[in-house]
C-alpha cells in the first residue's frame, strides 16, 4: 500500500471492514468516506501542531537575489524563518564565496540610514556582496547592502504544511510512523459513529504515538544543559590581628 493520503484512509477503511477507495473515485467521495479524509488530515495537522520544530517540518531554501533589490517576499507556508542561517552561496563564477550574513533588527534598519540602500535604487555603484539580514513584520526578509548580482542565498525555516486533497498527496511526517496517523484518524472516526470506548482507546495510543515522536526528535536535541543561576562573589574582609 502506497504511503499517500489514499493509502492513508484505506487503512483505516480496513480497521474498519469498509470497502476500500480508489484512485478513481477518491476526490468524489461523500458520507462515511469524506469523513475519513476529513479524520485522516485532522490526525496529521494535531501531529504538526504538537510541536513548534519538527525536523521532517524544517526545510533548506535557495532564493536568487536580484541586483539592486533588497526585500524578498518569505515562502508563503513559512511558519518561522531561522534569521542566523542566511548565508551567500559559493559561486566561482560570480566570484563569491560562501559568506555569513550578520542579523540586524529592524528598527535599527530603518534608524541607521541603511534604508537608503532601498530607495536609491539607481545607484550601482552602493552595490555589492550583501552583508546583513532584516526581517521585516511584512513577511519579508531584506538583504543590505544592495546586491550587486544575482547571488543564490541560502536559509532554513520550518513550514506549516497544507491539508493533503490529491489521492497521492504525502504527508510530511515520515512513513514509518503512518500508524501513528492512522491511530487519530480512527479517534475521529469512533467518534463520528458515537463509539466513545474505542474513540478513548485510540486517542490514547495517538496520544503514546506523538510522545514516542517527541522522544525521537525533540528530546534529544538537548545534549546539554546551561545553568541559568547568577553567582556573586563575596569580597572577603581583611584578615587583623597577630598569629
Do not use: C
Request: cysteine-free; hydrophobic content about 35%; overall charge negative.
Amino acid at each position: 500500500m502506497a504511503y499517500n493520503f489514499l493509502g492513508l484512509v484505506n487503512e483505516v477503511n480496513r480497521r474498519l471492514n469498509e470497502v476500500e477507495l480508489t484512485e478513481a473515485n477518491f476526490a468524489t467521495a461523500v458520507g462515511f468516506y469524506a469523513t475519513t479524509k476529513d479524520a485522516v488530515n485532522s490526525a496529521i495537522r494535531h501531529i504538526n501542531h504538537e510541536e513548534f520544530g519538527w525536523p521532517f517540518n524544517h526545510v533548506e531554501q535557495e532564493d536568487t537575489l536580484t541586483p539592486g533589490t533588497v526585500r524578498y517576499a518569505m515562502p508563503s507556508n513559512s511558519k518561522f524563518i531561522d534569521q542566523n542561517t542566511f548565508r551567500i552561496k559559493r559561486d566561482e563564477d560570480l566570484n563569491v564565496d560562501t559568506r555569513y550574513l550578520t542579523k540586524r533588527q529592524y528598527y535599527e534598519y530603518l534608524n541607521d540610514g541603511d534604508i537608503d540602500f532601498e530607495y536609491n535604487t539607481g545607484n550601482t555603484n552602493i552595490r555589492t556582496i550583501p552583508e546583513y539580514i532584516v526581517i521585516a513584520p511584512s513577511r519579508e526578509y531584506i538583504v543590505y547592502p544592495a546586491p550587486d548580482k544575482a547571488y543564490s542565498l541560502i536559509y532554513e525555516y520550518y513550514r506549516n504544511p497544507v491539508d493533503l486533497e490529491l489521492f497521492d498527496d504525502v504527508p510530511t511526517i515520515p512513513e514509518e510512523f503512518k500508524h501513528i496517523i492512522v491511530d487519530g484518524a480512527m479517534y475521529n472516526v469512533y467518534q463520528f459513529r458515537g463509539d466513545n470506548q474505542s474513540a478513548q482507546i485510540s486517542q490514547a495510543k495517538f496520544m503514546e504515538g506523538i510522545k514516542y515522536l517527541r522522544t525521537l526528535y525533540i528530546n534529544n536535541n538537548y545534549n546539554s544543559v546551561r545553568s541559568t543561576s547568577v553567582f556573586t562573589r563575596r569580597r572577603l574582609a581583611p584578615v587583623t590581628g597577630t598569629f
